[in-house]
């Protein structure tokens, strides 16, 4: 028999349930302050490191979308939680400003440039490494979360991406 005994459950619990109040602890701190902090602290940290909430570079349409996907995946949100968490989200991770040199550059990189590091950095686009139909899936996915690519641009950023980015 373990030395745990009959505490060890209860004892393995709380030691898991304090872990998940520090981590939100820790979230909260690195997080920008503003109204909301906590609680994007408290509902998003439960599952995602704060790094991957500040570089998702979202409208405040698109983090709806993106809160009600989790909140279909399971996520707890109140009502009432909702609006603010939207406001905090937008003002603090919105897309970034795009160069206007950048927009009037030619070619499947300038689009890249305009479309995908607007709202990503270029740290989290390379990581992903998909192959030319994984890319196909994420520029749809993108296409239909917002992102400004011309019908005319997106075969030529899938074959960008899938050079730029193919799998190790």
Same mark, same amino acid.
């Given at each position: 028999?373990?030395? #745990?005994?009959?505490?060890?459950? +209860?004892?393995?619990?709380?030691? #898991?349930? +304090?872990?998940?109040?520090? !981590? ?59 609006? +603010? #968490?939207?406001?905090? +989200? @937008?003002?603090?991770? @919105? ?51 917002? @992102? !400004?690519? @011309? ?18």
């Amino acid at each position: 028999m373990s030395h #745990m005994g009959a505490r060890g459950p +209860l004892t393995v619990a709380i030691a #898991m349930g +304090l872990a998940g109040v520090m !981590a939100g602890d820790v979230a909260a701190q690195e997080l920008p302050a503003g109204p909301g902090r906590e609680i994007v602290a408290k509902r998003c940290v439960t599952c995602h490191e704060p790094d991957l909430i500040m570089q998702q570079r979202l409208s405040r349409v698109g983090w709806g979308r993106s809160l009600d996907k989790m909140i279909r995946w399971g996520a707890t949100v109140e009502a009432e939680e909702r609006d +603010l #968490m939207l406001d905090y +989200l @937008a003002a603090h991770f @919105a897309p970034k400003l795009v160069s206007a040199h950048i927009v009037a550059t030619a070619g499947s990189e300038a689009v890249y440039k305009r479309a995908c590091l607007s709202c990503h950095e270029d740290d989290l686009i390379e990581s992903q490494r998909l192959t030319r139909a994984g890319w196909v899936r994420t520029v749809d996915k993108m296409l239909r979360w917002g @992102a !400004a690519v @011309a019908a005319d641009d997106k075969e030529g950023l899938i074959d960008y991406l899938a050079a730029r980015y193919p799998p190790r």
